[in-house]
């Protein structure tokens, strides 16, 4: 199974993008999913999260810029990004999330992710 991140696009510092993430095959519609990226020479960080329950989870450095929400009848995840900042250049990926002790962890095939690029 792999998912397909897309909406990627370049953008003047300030600005703002959607991202959105189709899931198929065996991942089920409540899954918890998140969203990942990974700048150059940096490792792939998980910045949001949601769960079947609807909660979600950002790391300190999106938190109250982005935003992770789902349409379950869709299986789509999106990434509402705001105020978008130089340093959050990366490509971004989606990926269904298995949990075990607490942490979660990716559970399907990384598709190619898509380019976001923030211009000062």
């Known amino acids: 199974v792999q998912l397909q991140a897309s909406g990627g696009g370049v953008v003047q510092a300030g600005g703002s993008l959607r991202l959105s993430c189709a899931a198929s095959?065996?991942?089920?519609?409540?899954?918890?999913m998140g969203w990942y990226r990974q700048s150059p020479g940096k490792e792939r960080e998980l910045i949001a999260n949601i769960n079947s329950g609807g909660s979600t989870t950002y790391v300190d450095s999106v938190k109250g810029r982005f935003t992770i929400s789902r349409d379950i009848s869709k299986r789509t995840v999106y990434l509402q990004m705001n105020s978008l900042k130089p340093e959050d250049t990366a490509v971004y990926y989606c990926?269904?999330?298995?949990?075990?002790?607490?942490?979660?962890?990716?559970?399907?095939?990384w598709g190619p992710g898509t380019q976001v690029t923030v211009s000062s």
């Open positions: 990926n269904a999330l298995g949990v075990s002790r607490g942490n979660y962890y990716p559970i399907a095939s």
């Open positions: 095959g065996s991942i089920g519609s409540l899954n918890a």
